[in-house]
C-alpha cells in the first residue's frame, strides 16, 4: 500500500529512537517483577513513553491510580496544547479520529506538522499509518525489552538509569529547539523552590502544577515570542 510505505519513509528516524527506549522499558517492567504480556499492553493502551517509564517506580512503591493519573496528566499534559491545532483535522479523518487523538505523541506530533503527502496517496491514510507505525516500533521494543529481561542470564541492575537519560535528553532537545525559554525556566525555578520547600518526595506534583498554570496563564506571551523568532 502507497500509504503505508510512504509512512515508514516517514517514520524510520523514529525507529531507533522508540525500539531502544521500548526495550529499556520492557526490560524495567520485567525487573520490577511484571510479565512480558503486562509490558505489552502497557504499551498497547497506555502508550505514554516517557510516563511509562516514569510509573514503574510508582507501581512499586505502591503508588495509588488517582496518583498516577494525575502524574499522567501533568507529564503529558502538553498533548492537550499543541493537539489543539489537529482537531478539525483528525475529525474530518472518520474512523481513525479516535486512534488518532489517542497516538499523537511528540515525535508523530512533529513529523505531522512537517510532512508533505504527495497527489497520488491518500492523506488521512497516510497520517494514519504514520500514527501506528509509530507506535508499532514502541510496542517491538517493549516486547524485545521485555522478552530480553526475562532471560537474559546477565545483571541487568541499574537499567533504570534509562529513565533518567531519556528525560535528560527530551529536556535538551526541547530546550534547544523550543525558541521560548520561558517554559523551561518555568519548570526548572519551580523544581528548584519546592525541592527546597517540600524535599524530594514531595515536590514533583506542586511543581508540575505551577508549572502548568503559570504557562497558561503565559500562553500568548510565549505565542508571540515564538512568532517573532519564526518571522
Request: charged fraction near 10%.
Given at each position: 500500500m502507497k500509504e503505508l510505505r510512504?509512512?515508514?519513509?516517514?517514520?524510520?528516524?523514529?525507529?531507533?529512537?522508540?525500539?531502544?527506549?521500548?526495550?529499556a522499558f520492557g526490560v524495567m517492567m520485567i525487573e520490577a517483577g511484571f510479565s512480558i504480556l503486562t509490558a505489552i499492553l502497557c504499551s498497547v493502551f497506555i502508550y505514554a513513553g516517557s510516563m511509562q517509564i516514569a510509573m514503574i517506580p510508582m507501581l512499586i512503591s505502591g503508588s495509588s491510580f488517582p496518583l498516577l493519573a494525575i502524574m499522567t496528566l501533568f507529564i503529558n499534559g502538553r498533548h492537550l496544547f499543541y493537539g489543539v491545532g489537529f482537531i478539525e483535522k483528525f475529525r474530518k479523518s472518520g474512523w481513525r479520529y479516535p486512534y488518532m487523538v489517542f497516538a499523537l505523541t511528540d515525535e508523530t506530533y512533529s513529523i505531522l506538522c512537517s510532512v508533505k503527502h504527495p497527489?497520488?496517496?491518500?492523506?488521512?491514510?497516510?497520517?494514519?499509518?504514520?500514527a501506528l507505525t509509530n507506535q508499532c516500533y514502541w510496542i517491538l521494543g517493549s516486547l524485545l525489552g521485555a522478552v530480553a529481561g526475562s532471560f537474559l542470564p546477565f545483571d541487568l541492575s541499574g537499567i533504570e538509569?534509562?529513565?533518567?537519560?531519556?528525560f535528560l535528553v527530551v529536556v535538551l532537545n526541547q530546550l534547544s529547539q523550543y525558541k521560548s525559554k520561558i517554559p523551561?525556566?518555568?519548570?526548572?525555578?519551580?523544581?528548584?523552590?519546592?525541592?527546597?520547600?517540600?524535599?524530594?518526595?514531595?515536590?514533583?506534583?506542586?511543581?508540575?502544577?505551577?508549572?502548568l498554570i503559570t504557562l497558561i496563564i503565559l500562553r500568548d506571551v510565549i505565542s508571540r515570542k515564538m512568532e517573532v523568532a519564526h518571522g
Open positions: 510512504f509512512a515508514l519513509k516517514q517514520t524510520f528516524p523514529i525507529f531507533f529512537t522508540y525500539v531502544f527506549l521500548g526495550i497527489t497520488n496517496i491518500n492523506e488521512k491514510n497516510a497520517d494514519f499509518f504514520i538509569f534509562s529513565a533518567t537519560a531519556f523551561a525556566l518555568t519548570g526548572l525555578i519551580s523544581a528548584v523552590v519546592f525541592l527546597v520547600v517540600l524535599g524530594p518526595e514531595y515536590f514533583i506534583i506542586p511543581t508540575l502544577t505551577v508549572t
